[in-house]
């Protein structure tokens, strides 16, 4: 097990390097968020999740919804590093013509499940995806990625109130509680505590973990899948620029990309990471 969990905290660090130099070809992005969810998508895509990458049209495979469409760039590196497609299309990212754009674009790509755009829309497709499971008879799992900061959408309420009345146990929603958002921290902004008991307020499963611990998010996953009567949410607390010493926790990084210097520091300090988890 132990094995198996460095492997994925590896595979983190790399889908965070690949995000770094994605963002510096582009010249543009949204670097925060996405470095800060590398252990989650690391953790659904290569333990969690029933997916095949040679089949991702399999009409039976678990579905991911990324709500929170400008973290995009770590969906890319997931699902490359997963074998949905070559890794050099990674550096096409935001690109003329290229089919890796700041947003998903559904079908785009082997392995992207929803288009985004306007944030706090992505519930609600989940929830469309997690109701025709139950119509069709089929057994796949949908899960829902969201930032904390498109809480503050009143579309999102709405879906919460709705998943519980279809008790939509086939349904998870995974919180980024990263507390930033464009132009500063959630709690000035618009306060969101008490998260948790909102949530179960609604009738939801509330599960609440370290987002950077690899048992922790597919322990939650797990639970959830056990869970049988109401759809569960996972409040996955995370470091916005995990592992970037002069990104953690700064809302200034939410949405403007690396230079050269950056970049070359960023990738210092991430190799320094990988370093240190080999050695255990």
């Known amino acids: ?40 998508f690391a953790a659904l895509y290569f333990e969690v999740m029933n997916i095949d990458p040679h089949k991702p049209d399999d009409p039976n495979r678990d579905r991911l919804v990324l709500s ?19 890794e050099k299309l990674l550096w ?9 754009q700041g947003h998903p674009v559904l079908a785009s790509i082997p392995g992207i499940e929803n288009t985004s755009g306007s944030l706090g829309q992505g519930l609600s497709q989940a929830i469309g995806m997690a109701l025709a499971a139950i119509i069709d008879q089929k ?60 949530l179960e307020a609604f009738n939801w499963n509330v599960m609440e973990i370290n987002g950077h611990d690899i048992e922790e998010i597919v322990s939650a996953c797990n639970m959830a899948r056990n ?8 409040i996955a607390n995370t470091t916005p620029g995990k592992g970037i010493d002069f990104m953690e926790n700064k809302y200034e990084w939410h949405g403007k990309s690396f230079n050269k210097t950056e970049a070359k520091k960023a990738l210092a300090e991430l190799s320094t990471l990988s370093n240190r988890i080999s050695k255990v």
């Open 1 to 40: 097990m132990l094995n198996k969990i460095c492997h994925l905290e590896e595979l983190a660090i790399k889908i965070r390097k690949n995000i770094v130099t994605m963002l510096l070809e582009a010249g543009s992005g949204h670097p925060a968020g996405a470095i800060g969810m590398a252990e989650v």
């Open 68 to 86: 929170a469409g400008h973290m995009v760039p770590v969906w890319y590196a997931t699902l490359a590093e997963r074998g949905y497609f070559d």
């Open 92 to 100: 096409k990212l935001r690109k003329f013509d290229s089919p890796l």
């Open 139 to 198: 057994d796949y799992r949908v899960y829902c990625i969201t930032g904390d900061g498109e809480l503050q959408e009143g579309q999102i309420w709405e879906a919460a109130m709705l998943a519980p009345k279809y008790n939509l146990a086939n349904l998870a929603w995974i919180i980024d509680r990263n507390r930033i958002q464009l132009s500063g921290n959630t709690e000035e902004l618009m306060p969101l505590e008490q998260l948790r008991a909102k």
């Open 227 to 234: 869970v049988t009567q109401r759809p569960s949410a996972i």
